[in-house]
């Protein structure tokens, strides 16, 4: 209830889950849903509900495992994106901590309240979200799972100004 109060109403909310996995993901894991040119997509998703919507108070609450998108969205997104703060982003399976699985329980409430909602294709989460919540508007990021590229063709100068510098060239030594 707090994080409601904190985040805003959720009439004026856009609910956004982005499930990366992959080498996007907080923890890097073999399978990639939303990958860098699906990732790229989102803003437009975004803008095309929003404008069916009253523009004084839009906001868009992002699920995500990763800060890569959050942060992409952050600085493309014309619109004041936020996240729960409370507990660890991340993916329960690969890292099943207890900050992790209140985290997501937490973003899978705020989520279902939104009216408007743009979800991963592949994602159990997101189904759960589109289940338990009554929603205007859902659109559906197609992201099915793929396994992991390692041949070098990630957009690595992009991927840079949204991620700390180590991890790109770790990232970049392990693709040559």
Known sequence: MQERIRIGPSYNQIGVHVRCGGVLANTPEGATLVSLPILKRIPNMIVEIAKRLPPEGVFVFLSTDSNIAFNYLNHTVPYTVKQS????????????????????????????????????????????????????????????????????????????????????????????
């Open 85 to 176: 703060s409370l507990y660890q982003i991340g993916h329960a399976e690969f890292d099943p901590n207890d900050s992790i699985v209140k985290r997501s329980l937490i973003d899978i409430f705020l989520m279902a309240e939104s009216p408007y909602l743009i979800i991963t294709s592949g994602s159990g989460f997101s189904m759960v979200i589109r289940e338990i919540g009554n929603h205007s508007i859902v659109h559906s990021i197609g992201a099915p799972y793929n396994y992991f590229y390692r041949n070098g063709s990630m957009d690595l100068d992009w991927l840079q100004r949204y991620l700390n510098t180590e991890r790109v060239e770790k990232m970049h030594r392990q693709t040559v």
